[in-house]
């Protein structure tokens, strides 16, 4: 019975991204005809190597790299702060007659408060950092739909997708030498956004 909804969910899938295929072949085809041309030009291009090869991209990238890299030495810092209280209470526990009970377990408390507090920190600048990456690529994304309209613009293309990335999702499986313009878009980028 399991088997059976899963390969009738999969059907159902597989018929809807046919579907969608074929809806968007026909208004690709309509635009076409609608603007009066006989060819529809696609170009693609990879927004994430235009950021990382563009000189602005790249100054951005770079100091977001060197923010995480602070945050990293910060949570390194306060690491080896948190073994070394660790390794001191161990010490106290096999030299118990040196260590009361009452002093042992004040340095439990601390050790314990330091570490929800340094894993507190470390939720924080992975927040922090993932809306920091978040608001440069909205930023970018912006400055890339300007800069591809322009180059779109100049070279006639009626639309252009987003390929992906392998670090990213791969949306073109396939294109002619041609068609990618991300080179052409990087140019662009640095002419207009310095």
């Not at 074929?22 to 693609?44: N, P, T, W, Y």
Request: aromatic letters at 6%.
């Amino acid at each position: 019975m399991k088997k059976m909804c899963v390969n009738g969910l999969t059907k159902i899938v597989g018929i809807l991204f046919i579907t969608g295929i074929c809806i968007l072949g026909g208004a690709l085809e309509q635009h076409a005809l609608a603007a009066g041309k006989d060819s529809f030009r696609v170009g693609v291009i990879d927004p994430q190597a235009v950021i990382e090869k563009s000189k602005a991209g790249g100054r951005a990238l770079a100091a977001l790299k060197e923010h995480a890299q602070a945050r990293e030495t910060v949570m390194k810092n306060d690491q080896k702060e948190l073994e070394a209280l660790q390794e001191e209470l161990k010490a106290g526990e096999i030299k118990d007659s040196k260590l009361n009970e009452e002093e042992q377990k004040r340095k439990q408390e601390r050790f314990t408060q330091k570490y929800q507090a340094w894993q507190k920190q470390g939720q924080d600048f992975q927040n922090e950092l993932g809306q920091k990456q978040k608001d440069l690529v909205q930023e970018y994304m912006k400055k890339i739909e300007e800069a591809t309209s322009a180059v779109a613009a100049r070279h006639g293309f009626d639309i252009v997708i987003d390929k992906g990335s392998e670090n990213t999702l791969k949306i073109v499986l396939y294109s002619r030498d041609g068609l990618d313009l991300t080179n052409e878009v990087v140019k662009e980028f640095d002419r207009r956004f310095k």
